[in-house]
Every structure is written in structure tokens, then in C-alpha cells.
């Protein structure tokens, strides 16, 4: 992914150096850091520690929103970002600007002492230090990878923890099974505090139970606790003390009323009276995160697809349960119409594409596999492969403007097109102007 503003490259760069793995789940390099610049993780507002395989950043986004629509004044913790690093933290409502990340990424590497460090512990280290210098009401984080070893798993005492839905990804760091990944996001897990728990496959569910018993941390549970569905074009949602009529949620697919549903019960257990069934209504209305089933209308590619008549979609769905709610979101969209579907999905070489086309298989859709500018990238002919043995044909295409045609040539009504996959690819996408660069 590009970093476009340019006064903390070089910082960026530098600090990419400092560890010889990108990643290297240890707790250690984080605290001793965070220990020489003063515990800045102390020195928060609540916060709300977010982990999970899928959904858990359309989750922050929520509670970002409904914080804010309660007139809140909220920091983010995000990764990765999608064209400029300074999307990953949030301050006070607005991103850091390039001085105040300059500046906090020169402090926070001088106080590393040239130590070894990963990448993600180091800018990690620089979001507490910036949330901790900035008044606030609600800090939001977002867990890296896993859980348990992660670098944002260094607060004592959260206000409330969420383990959004948990299935299959980067097995090779987290574990080949449900459990064992289970085991990974439930390390956030506190003494006292509420986790909030999104509806689990049988086998994760039961390893986040225990652990929450083994640590003393009080469950909400999705389908025990609370609940949420699509009623009427409506969220509903289901608590104890009642049933709540609320908008629908403004990120478009049947499984954001999921993800909203568990924002909900996670902003309803800070237990603040500002956040009220206004605030919640609002901020699940007004909820604005990129390349989530994101409508496209400015830059080349959304022209490209206006002088045909298509609507374009960015989704950054990169696994097996991702891919399961696209094909969902897919067939809406020709439901609505009639109109056929494309897909464009560029992925990682690690990822399991053969998992990600059985899935897609449910959308009925047109399938193109591009590349995208990153060695990481898997080359279009194996992924046209890994299709090819789900019994499926897909067309190989050298990037995602050569895909886009081809999706926009096909013969007959102009259909709605989706590109998918990496982030880095729905970095790509949104990188080609600025006026689709988020904010």
C-alpha cells in the first residue's frame, strides 16, 4: 500500500527496519516501550478493544459513529490503512495530520533506542502516545492480528471488550484450526470487564467461553444476550430491556446488521447515559468505512463504469467467510435489477483463493482475477487455477483497469461490478485519485 504524505516517509521507511519480521507476535517490544515513554496506555479514555476474524473494523466504525453521534470525542486505532498511513489513527474525530505524526513517530522511535521492534509494535506505540497527548471521551481500538500477542493488547482495563465473528485467516501465525484461533482473539479478554461476543461457529465458542470463565470476564453473548436483524428495511435489535426500531445500517450487505448489532450491544455496555437510541440510530445511519461493500462514484474506474451504466463496489472480503457474505451482497444487488454481476478479486499469494472462489460461486457472478502492485500479489493465472479447481472459469487480467473492461465488455444489460480481495488491491483502487482517498 502506497503511503502518500510524504514528510513521515522516510520515519516510515526507517522504522520498517528496526525488526527482521513484519510479523512476530510478542508482547515484550511493546511494553518495553511503553514503559520508556511513560505508559501513554494508561493515560487513556475508556476504551473499547476490538478483535475477530471478519467484521471487527466495520464494528469499529460503528462505534466510532455512534460515539461521535453522541457527541463524543473519539480516537481509532486502525490497520492497515488503504493509501495513507495516517487513516490508521484517529484523533479526537479527525486523522492525525502529517506534523502530528511526524512529530510523534520521532519521539516514539527515540525512546525505542534503535531496540528491535516490528513495524506494527512501533506505529502502535505512537497511536497510544498520540491518544494519550489529545483530550478525548472514547478511545476505539482495533486488534492487529490475533489477539493475545498482538501489540494493541497492553491495557490492563478496557471498559468493554468484542470479539467479532471468528473463522479462517492467517492460519500460519494463529493456528490451522477454529479453536486454536479462537484462542488467539480471546487473549483480550479482561478480569471484570464485559466482552461482547458476535454469533461463533460451535467450536470457537466454546473456547471463548472457557477462557472468559478461566479469566473472570463477564460474556454478552449474540443470540443469548442481545440479537439483531433486518426487519421491515430496519435494524432491530433485542436486549433484556427491551426491542429497539433503529435505522438501517448505512454499510451496505445483510451482514452489516450483524456488525451493527454487535456495535450496539458493545456502545450500550459502557453504560453512558449520552449514548442513547438517538445516538445509536445515528451513528449506524451515518457509519462511513471504505472498501466495505463501498459504492464507487468518483475516480477513473467509477467513470469507466458510469459511461456504461454500471454502479462499482470496492470490498476488501480477503478469506472464505468474507467471500460467503459478497456472494450474499451479490446476488442483492441483481436482485434489485435483474442486472447481472462482475466480480474482480486480486488476493495475497498466502491466502486460500481455492476457499475464496468456493464461496463466490454462490454470487452467480462473472469472475476476473487481476494483480495488483505489490510482491505480495498473487499472479491472475494461479488464481485462475485455484479456481479452476472449484470447477469454476475465471479470466486472467493483468491489473484492475484491464479487468474492469473486460467485466464492463460483456455483452448484454451493463452489469454491477465488485472488485474484491486484498486491501492492498482496494488500496490501488482508491490511491488513483484523490477524491476517493478516505478521510
Known sequence: MSDLLLPHDAALERLRTLHPLLIDLSLGRVQRLLAALGHPERRLPPVIHVAGTNGK???????????????????????????????????????????????????VEAANAGEPITFFEITAAAALQAFAETPADLCVVEVGLGGRYDASNVFERPAVTVIAPVDHDHSEYLGDTLAKIAFEKAGILKPGVAAVVARQPDEALAVIEAEAERV????????????????????????????????????????????????????????????????????IAGVSWPARM???????????????????????????????????????????????????????????????FAELKAAEARLFATGFASDLSAPPEELVQAAAGQGMTVEACADVTEALGRALGVDGPAPHVIVCGSLYLAGEVLAMSPDTWPA
Open 216 to 283: 473472570g470476564a463477564p460474556l454478552i453473548l449474540a443470540g443469548r444476550d442481545f440479537d439483531a436483524w433486518a426487519q421491515g428495511g430496519r435494524l432491530a435489535f433485542q436486549a433484556e430491556d427491551g426491542l429497539f426500531d433503529l435505522p438501517p445500517p448505512a454499510l451496505f450487505g445483510a451482514h452489516q446488521f450483524d456488525n451493527a448489532g454487535l456495535a450496539v450491544a458493545a456502545a450500550r455496555a459502557l453504560n453512558d447515559p449520552r449514548i442513547d437510541a438517538e445516538a445509536l440510530g445515528r451513528g
Open 57 to 107: 473494523g466495520s464494528t469499529v466504525a460503528y462505534l466510532r459513529a455512534i460515539g461521535e453521534a453522541a457527541g463524543l470525542r473519539v480516537h481509532a486505532f486502525t490497520s492497515p490503512h488503504l493509501v495513507r498511513f495516517s487513516e490508521r489513527i484517529r484523533l479526537a474525530g479527525t486523522l492525525i495530520t502529517d506534523a502530528q505524526l511526524a512529530d510523534v513517530l520521532a519521539r
Open 294 to 356: 463501498q459504492r464507487l462514484t468518483a475516480g477513473p474506474l467509477a467513470a469507466m463504469a458510469k459511461a456504461r451504466g454500471s454502479d462499482l463496489w470496492l470490498d476488501g472480503g480477503h478469506n472464505p467467510h468474507a467471500a460467503r457474505a459478497l456472494a450474499v451482497a451479490a446476488r442483492s444487488l441483481s436482485a434489485r435489477d435483474g442486472r447481472p454481476v462482475a466480480i474482480v478479486v486480486g488476493l495475497l499469494k498466502r491466502k486460500d483463493a481455492a476457499g475464496v
